[in-house]
């Protein structure tokens, strides 16, 4: 018979084993956090998705721009946000996106790179430490990069707010001042002014009725009214914004779009909690196997020190 030295396995194999196991072990929790994070984007998007699809058609539910028809002057026309709604979302959707990933997996390099230093190396072998730290960390970072994103775009709409912004009467905006002092049609004027009241925070309903109503009947005497420029979107908006429903042929052109959005909308809305359920699941399968192989290292360790 063969000794039975020829069996057993010496401790460089076990070190090995070892070693594949904490590669195979970080690579697992690689693919949970990843799952993670798209789970956490899915929930989000699940409550997103309504406004994100509506403005893929250039429509929201509550007015979110100024828009200057073509029919004014140059000088309005440099007031008016140049990117459309859906762009505007979707930069959102990007920093949001972008921020979720950055703060989640960056707490995690942050942790292991504090853990270099004895004073955190100590505390973190505790795991509540550990998570407050992470806690911390995520919070640090998202705050960082939310400061960013609002800085950024301060300086691309200081103009643009600055001409809107009234605190009681709406006559005090620049917009509404200018607008005294030119020789602007009418109807242009009550369709600039019913954007401001609407995007007056709060939303000045008693500024903006009246302006809408001298929309709603200038487009049924004034002849000229179609050649102004003014979007049927924007239109559609302010009506439902205030009525609930659309008040004028031009706002109920987009009764289709709005249509088609909603059924876009119910269908995104079974991918997303689809997509939530299947990253949920296989989120806290890839843990618990993570968890798994953690107390397998553990276990293989301890018992090659006793040795």
């Known amino acids: 018979m063969p000794p039975l030295d020829e069996y057993a396995v010496n401790s460089q194999q076990i070190e090995n084993g070892v070693v594949m196991l904490k590669k195979r072990q970080r690579n697992v929790m690689l693919w949970a956090i990843t799952s993670s994070t798209i789970f956490l984007a899915s929930v989000v998007a699940f409550f997103l998705q309504h406004d994100f699809v509506y403005s893929f058609f250039g429509i929201t539910t509550e007015l979110k721009q ?3 028809p073509l029919s004014v002057d140059a000088n309005l026309t440099e007031l008016g946000q140049h990117r459309d709604y859906f762009s505007n979302l979707l930069s959102w959707f990007g920093w949001l996106i972008l921020k979720l990933f950055v703060s989640f997996m960056g707490a995690f390099f942050v942790i292991h790179f504090l853990k270099k230093i004895r004073f955190f190396y100590v505390r973190f072998q505790s795991f509540i430490l550990k998570f407050v730290g992470w806690i911390i960390a995520f919070i640090m970072l998202w705050s960082g990069l939310t400061y960013l994103q609002y800085d950024l775009n301060n300086k691309e709409n200081d103009a643009y707010r600055e001409a809107i912004h009234y605190e009681k009467n709406i006559q005090q905006s620049e917009l509404a001042q200018y607008l005294q002092r030119s020789e602007v049609d009418e109807p242009v004027k009550a369709y600039l002014l019913a954007q401001t009241a609407l995007l007056h925070q709060p939303i000045d309903k008693d ?3 009246p302006q809408v109503l001298a929309l709603v009947k200038a487009e049924k005497t004034d ?14 908006t302010m009506q439902h914004q205030l009525y609930g429903q659309s008040l004028t042929p031009m706002a109920k052109i987009v009764s289709r779009q709005v249509a088609q959005a909603e059924q876009m909308s119910s269908v995104v809305q079974i991918l997303i909690i689809a997509a939530a359920i299947l990253f949920g699941i296989l989120s806290a399968i890839l843990l618990l196997l993570s968890q798994h192989l953690k107390r397998r290292i553990f276990r293989v360790e301890q018992r090659m020190q006793l040795k």
């Open 66 to 68: 100024l828009h200057i």
């Open 207 to 209: 500024a903006a009725i």
């Open 223 to 236: 002849p000229d009214f179609f050649e102004y420029g003014f979007k049927p979107e924007q239109l559609w």
